[in-house]
């Protein structure tokens, strides 16, 4: 059995994420023949019977970035998940808002979403639910819990909850954004530290906050293996390396 060597190797700030890279030797006609593994910097095994052609495809990802404890908005920047809200949204978030504004966005959609309106909280499923109830900012860290129609926030040994109404099917005609709800205008001011979101209880975005090989603050995806980037304007405050 025949090996080389790849020689590929990038290096942040002391930081290395390198994952498994999985290779398919090709036919002539482009078919797969075989397929083997290596990882950054490893030994490729070649297959027994090598392709006459020898093409190859990579089919895998080397992602190089520095997590941090946090990235934060000041204002002008936001993230779209690319992701479309339904009624079996799920949502696991972890923030400190450092100001709301009177009617901003904390994430969502148009249809799905929270928001703050005149100072009130507000869970749109379809907007049809609300809180009634003003949450302290700035005070404390929220961890966010949404499955489905229900919607709770823990804020220290507090928690304030609204249920909707639960035979409502829809789909939400925008994405997701994270630090605003995309029909609307103003930015939500706060330090994201994860955000999760589930259909129908199947993890689809698990959005860490990092900062990339460029030193770009942004979110990182660990189930697409991809970056998402500022979709406003400015720059996302990076927090401490962890």
Known sequence: MKKFLILLSVIFCGTVFADTITINWLNEDKTINQTTACTIGGDVILPNNIPQKRGYTFKGYVDNYTP???IESTGSQYIDTGYYANQNTGVKARLFIVHSGVHAGIFGGATYGLFVSS???YYAFKNNARFYVNPPYG????????NKNACSINIDTNTYGVTATSNISFVDPETMCVFKKKDREYVCLYKLY???IYD???LVRDFIPVVDSKGVACLYDKIEHKFYYNAGSG???AGPAI
Do not use: K, P
Not at 139 to 146: E, F, G
């Open 68 to 70: 941090v404890e946090y």
């Open 119 to 121: 100072g009130h909280m």
């Open 139 to 146: 005070q404390a860290v929220w961890d966010i819990a949404i």
């Open 194 to 196: 994860y955000f999760q």
């Open 200 to 202: 129908d209880d199947v």
């Open 235 to 237: 720059e996302f405050i």
